[in-house]
């Protein structure tokens, strides 16, 4: 019995010690697979969309920075509207890292980077706001550059074509000799090719005037100038210091001429409710036209370019009156109402029964006529300038009575007298050498205009190039630069403004000075609003940049862990592989070692 209880007892022991090994080395691998468990759930978990979610929310802000930088180089709306939904795509992804930070076991410094990143974005989303707001006050900038220098330009562009038309004018045409020199046309028209006295023949037989605008439309406002007069809603304009001042330092530019009776009763200025500056009265007893008044009426109607004159007779005139009486005169009152006689004797004729203030208040019309012929037939001056359509001349009758003036109109026979070939007086040509240095004097002021209005044309365009430069290098140094131009405008302005008269000239000076004006405003903002824009631009790409570190971190932090992980895992797997290994080679040996040591113990059976 002992033989084979050896035997048994040594197969127990055998099979027992190999148990244990193999126990034990699976027990090891295990471990070692459970470790590699562990890690993968970890990757799989916290480190993988950590690096995705980093990733992503990287990618997202990188590209809203592209969009917001193109915004705001360009003002394109399309950017604007890319940026909007990568800034969702921002949130989005942000709004996954906050939720990964509160479930993360391992990785605790994820809710720092989190908030970090968190804080550049809202950051950021202030200064696109700050952007967007600034944008649209360059866009409303550039809009009223634009509006600005579209008025000015066409006023300055109107002003100078108005001083061409004058320059040719003044010219006439193909003949530019001066005045008094032997040339008709430098009238401003053709000389008559038949001449006569006008109680003869007329030259050619009539000659219409041109439409003359701005003489109706002076006579509207002294219409209603003595309308006001006569109501007794006086404004009294341009009574006071501002007014004095402004014609000494812009000269007059009166729009009307007004040839009227010396009678006191007769307020030429107050008639018509106009202040200083407004009219150029001429005044003598009887509104008579003679040597005198002629000149005086020339230099209102040729050298001040009054658009209007107005012969203004008035009823109960004295100096009528005493030629309808045969009033006894003295001293040099009787050579003035010889220029009346033929008026009264006219309407006498054509009206035998006329007697008392009936024949009076009729010789005081046919004397304003008779002073129109005076004017039409021995001023060429004046009745050039009625053919071409610059001056308009009117009779008109006030009552010294009630304040209301009567308008005439234009004289019945205008267009026979406008063809009277008017003959100069000895003296306009004694002096040809004065005509022609006044005539000279008169181009060169002329082209000094033309060469100031195109000095103001060529500031206004160098202007505008330097907003359109800076514009299109997004960059206000060009604007910095030009910004002394408006400088240069007003030197220009002032200059031009004492060399003009007319008023329609004036006031096309003054709306481009008023668009200057605008033009600057709106480039001083332009500036200020593009410095803030920079501004805010730096701070995006600093807020930009510390949302992409913080991802970076996130990111680098994830990819580290990771790579440390799967290192880890794979060790562990190449332990559990090498414990299985040399388990399985330890327990060969032991069961050869075991069946070796079992079968020493077997004995022989006998008779074998």
């Known amino acids: 019995m002992a033989g084979p209880m050896r035997v048994g007892k040594r197969i127990a022991v055998g099979f027992s010690i190999v148990i244990v090994i193999s126990v034990v080395l699976g027990e090891m691998g295990v471990w070692s697979m459970q470790t590699a468990k562990t890690d993968s759930e970890m990757l799989t978990s916290e480190y993988i969309p950590e690096v995705r979610v980093a990733t992503a929310l990287r990618g997202a802000a990188s590209r809203l920075m592209y969009q917001m ?25 942000l709004a996954e890292a906050k939720d990964l930070a509160e479930k993360a076991v391992h990785f605790k410094a994820l809710k720092g980077q989190v908030k970090e990143a968190t804080a550049a974005v809202d950051e950021y989303k202030k200064l696109i ?110 009574i006071n210091q501002e007014r004095r001042t402004e014609t000494v330092v812009g000269n007059q530019h009166p729009p009307a001429t007004i040839l009227a009776c010396s009678d006191s009763r007769v307020p030429v200025g107050a008639l018509f409710d106009q202040g200083i500056g407004d009219l150029f009265p001429v005044r003598v007893a009887g ?3 003679a040597v005198d008044e002629l000149g005086s009426i020339e230099y209102g109607v040729d050298h001040l370019e009054t658009p209007l004159l107005v012969v203004l007779g008035h009823t109960n005139c004295g100096a009528v009156t005493a030629v309808v009486t045969g009033a006894t005169t003295h001293g040099s009152i009787p050579a003035l109402l010889k220029n009346i006689q033929p008026s009264v004797a006219k309407v006498l004729i054509a009206n035998p029964g006329l007697i008392g203030s009936a024949l009076v208040n009729a010789g005081v019309v046919e004397n304003v006529w008779h002073s129109i012929e005076q004017v039409l037939t021995k001023s060429r001056a004046v009745q050039e300038r009625v053919k071409a359509g610059k001056v308009k001349v009117v009779g008109a009758v006030y ?38 240095v006044d005539y000279a004097a008169k181009r060169l002021e002329r082209l ?53 008269r007319l008023k329609e000239d004036l006031n096309r000076i003054t709306k481009i000075e008023a668009e200057a004006a605008n033009y600057k405003t709106a480039m001083d903002d332009l500036l200020d609003n593009w410095l803030v824009f920079q501004k805010l631009d730096k701070q995006q790409q600093q807020a930009g940049q510390h949302l992409i570190v913080a991802c970076q971190t996130t990111s680098d932090a994830g990819m580290t862990n990771t790579d440390r992980i799967a290192s880890h895992a794979a060790a562990s797997l190449s332990a559990s592989s090498t414990i299985m290994n040399v388990g399985l080679a330890i327990g060969t040996l032991l069961g050869i070692v075991c069946a070796f040591w079992i079968s020493r113990s077997v ?6």
């Open 287 to 289: 509104n008579v036209c």
């Open 69 to 93: 930088r193109g915004y705001g180089l360009t003002n394109d709306p399309t950017y604007y509207e890319a940026a909007k939904k990568e800034l969702a795509a921002v949130d989005k992804h």
């Open 129 to 238: 706001e700050e952007t967007v707001a600034t944008n649209k006050r360059i866009e409303g900038d550039y809009k009223e550059l634009n509006r600005a220098a579209a008025a000015y330009m066409e006023n300055a562009t109107a002003l100078l074509k108005h001083q061409n038309e004058m320059m040719q004018e003044e010219l006439g045409g193909d003949d530019s000799s001066p005045p008094g020199t032997g040339s008709e046309a430098s009238h401003g028209g053709a000389a008559p090719q038949e001449t006569a006295d006008y109680n003869g023949s007329i030259v050619n037989g009539s000659i219409t005037a041109q439409p003359c605008p701005k003489g109706d439309q002076t006579i509207e406002q002294l219409k209603q100038g003595n309308l006001r007069y006569v109501q007794g809603h006086l404004t009294n304009p341009h």
């Open 448 to 500: 000094e205009k033309i060469t100031l209005v195109n000095d103001v044309i060529e500031l206004g365009n160098a202007t505008q190039l330097a907003c359109f430069k800076s514009q299109s290098l997004h960059h206000p140094t060009s604007i910095e630069k030009a910004r002394v131009n408006f400088d240069t405008m007003e030197t220009k302005f002032a200059s031009l403004r004492q060399i003009t």
């Open 399 to 436: 009552d010294i009575e009630n304040g209301t003036i009567k308008w005439l109109g234009t004289h019945p026979q205008q267009s026979r007298l406008l063809a009277v070939a008017v003959e100069e007086p000895p003296h306009a040509t004694d002096d040809a050498t004065v005509l022609v």
């Open 603 to 608: 004995e022989p059976i006998p008779g074998t």
